[in-house]
């Protein structure tokens, strides 16, 4: 659920008549997300998103986040645009929290990912990355490599208590990956976090892709390996390669992966299932009883990071 | 959170197909609410709702719902009205669940109650409970009087943990309500749960009243005597006396009111608060930790009865 701050009528009426899109006609909140507070805001113009940014997205990334969006809108890709208000900023206050309007993203995102999904996603991860390469400013990666072993030694209190041996095994998995962790791979930004509940379709074509509030400089095949976990994987744990086969190959029809690239995907894989494993563990442990937030199962990505440690190289992922 | 089940993308896209509505533009899950899934559905015709009846609902009370917010809305009355498939159905099945799409109300619910708002609730109450009267079929409330002992009842096992000597206390003052629970009142169809998050308004008017699945055949003062308790009380819990003088004065003349109603108001807003705290308190005591919902602090419900209980007469309430 996605409405953690309650923001008045009043409020949202005053906050609106700093802009020019006319008056309020409804103002709904969204169920989806599980970060920030997110509305359905229509007025008289159109529909776009409200969004109140809560505590874990950090205040002075805001507008780098905010400014990469309006980047990446600018050069076509489908990404929610900041709406600036009469004084040209995006970024303003509301109910004690920083907030952003911007543009509603028509599309549904696909509850059960089927194969043909997998190319529109590939193709569409590229062009991102493509449309990325002229914003100039940089975020470093809040979770990527560095912060797993700290991740991981957070949840080592009452980790084993969710799965016998648990964190001990996670020791030595997370000790081969940062071991074999490759350097010198193209980077830029990634989206980092591209699961299906941030990508839409409509009529079979990716209509809108959103939430950039993990977004980072980081290597963009890691960007794909977080794709392949989120997208190729079917509910038995098992890898689908027919998905992973189609979204490799559509990306690289506009992005050709390097030789460096291709040979690095199954350690990536591993870090990807890794980085999604321990912040789950983390919440797993650390959501109160009670809390408004669906916890989700860190050992599904144990399942993942399984079939990662055994691929030998990117044959495994279908080509 | 209002989104207990997951419809897939695929599945809409057939249910839609059932319908004249054409093709599907989005569809997002809606945070409000606590009893169905209710889903914001856009189409290339515009903007509607699809609401998934989940357990709390019994299913053979639905077309009961579906005719009367037809009936209220071929009379005008802002309310959802259920939108047909082409064989003329409005109600039928989605995942497993009972379904309907319904039309899509402008406008936004107070979060904060004015004094503003409780004129047009009292005409709009007044108005729903007159263009109910030719709708022929009846439903007993299902949460009136004679449910209230056995939903006191079904909390008497823990009820003191929420508070000492609550149950005994509320034994005592149920006793005494249903003693003195008015008959020969004029009845017909009420709404029975017109909370703020209910109601929507648009520049001042009200542009939607919703979620008719608490509605009953009951005393049509009952409802108002919901209202009183959902909208005239201060967050201190003393009661607004100009806010409940607007919306009495405001249903009088839309529905001029008996002498027999305006005695029986005392008893109605202690059965009513009645009401709310005994289904608060079974939800306090049966919501399991880690639910989506957020549970309702019951005792909320207690002070409002304590007014009414030391209220003589209609006075109390700024006449």
């Not at 113009?45 to 109140?52: E, F, K, R």
């Not at 509603?104 to 696909?110: I, M, N, Q, S």
């Not at 193209?186 to 509030?213: C, M, Q, T, W």
């Not at 460096?260 to 299932?273: D, H, I, M, S, Y």
Request: proline content about 6%.
């Amino acid at each position: 659920m996605a409405v953690y701050t309650e923001v008045s009528d009043e409020a949202v009426a005053e906050f609106l008549s700093e802009y020019e899109l006319g008056g309020i006609v409804a103002f709904r909140g969204i169920a989806e997300g599980v970060e920030n507070s997110n509305y359905a805001l229509k007025t008289t113009t159109g529909d776009y998103i409200l969004t109140l940014y809560e505590r874990r997205v950090a205040p002075e990334d805001l507008p780098w986040f905010l400014e990469l969006m309006e980047h990446l809108a600018e050069r076509a890709i489908p990404c929610p645009r900041p709406v600036p208000g009469r004084d040209g900023a995006s970024l303003r206050r509301l109910a004690g929290r920083h907030a952003a309007i911007t543009t509603f993203l028509p599309g549904v995102w696909p509850r059960r990912v089927r194969l043909v999904h997998c190319a529109p996603l590939g193709e569409a991860l590229a062009m991102l990355h493509l449309a990325g390469r002229e914003y100039a400013p940089e975020r470093s990666n809040a979770l990527g490599p560095a912060a797993w072993p700290k991740l991981l030694a957070a949840s080592s209190p009452g980790g084993d208590a969710v799965r016998t041996g648990l964190i001990g095994e996670l020791r030595t998995a997370l000790a081969r990956i940062l071991a074999a962790w490759p350097t010198g791979l193209p980077r830029g930004h990634i989206h980092a976090d591209l699961f299906p509940d941030n990508v839409f379709f409509l009529e079979g074509k990716i209509s809108g892709l959103i939430d950039f509030y993990f977004a980072a400089t980081d290597l963009y095949a890691y960007d794909i390996a977080v794709c392949l976990n989120a997208w190729c994987f079917e509910t038995d744990f098992s890898c689908n390669v027919t998905k992973s086969r189609a979204l490799l190959r559509a990306y690289d029809a506009v992005r050709p992966l390097s030789a460096a690239e291709w040979a690095a995907l199954p350690v990536l894989c591993q870090g990807a299932a890794m980085r999604f494993l321990l912040t789950r563990l983390y919440d797993w442990l650390n959501t109160p009883d009670g809390a408004l937030v669906t916890r989700k199962d860190p050992i599904e990505y144990l399942r993942r990071l399984y079939f990662h440690l055994e691929a030998r190289d990117e044959h495994a992922y279908g080509l």
